[in-house]
């Protein structure tokens, strides 16, 4: 007995028009995986890297968790990345979150979830660490979207404290950061302007991104 057999037919249809619009397709996928960019992003099924993106299959790495989380500790994202730093030699790390998002939500809300507390505790810093601000925002709305950009600016500077990059700049690798937030209402990405290339433009980039999400929304 099949289980899920509409989605092994939506699987061949799929494979049948890959094959129609490029014969060669899955011959050259399956020899060869040379992305030029690593996503870190969410778990949340509405945000899925490869699409909103218009990228190929082969052409992006993606890993993702809940509310894209980058944890010194956490040996799933740092194998990823070591991968895609070291082997496959990726040029961009993107960290994308999105509006909307439930972990930031639950996160800025607090109420006990159980055993993802533990993991949500890391956005958590970044709302106490901008708890001033947040609270002079004018409704739970708007310190949510906030959260969201802050959370991401936060990681992209998680990124660029471990190792893996800070060696792969050492030594001279090209290596890009980027922060980037998803809008699921219009299916746009926006940059946060939290890129960085060396270390030397680390705290600078990541302040001037943290005063662009202050000025935006106390301006608003």
Known sequence: MKYLPELFSANARWAEEMRAADPHFFTELATLQSPAYLWIGCSDSRVPANQITGLKPGEVFVHRNVANVVVHTDLNCLSVMQYAIEALKVQHI????????????????????????????????????????????????????????????????????????????????????????YGLADGHLQDLQASMKESAEVQPAIDLAAAGVRSRYMAD
């Open 94 to 181: 993107i960290v994308c979150g999105h509006y909307g998002c439930g972990g930031v939500k639950a996160a800025l809300e607090g109420p006990p979830l159980g055993l993802i507390d533990n993991w949500l505790r890391h956005i958590q810093d970044v709302r106490d660490r901008h708890a001033d601000f947040l609270a002079a925002l004018p409704d739970k709305e708007t310190r949510w979207r906030a959260l969201c950009e802050l959370n991401v600016i936060e990681q992209v500077r998680n990124v660029a404290r471990t190792t893996l990059v800070g060696d792969a700049w050492q030594r001279g690798q090209p290596l890009m950061l980027h922060g980037w937030i």
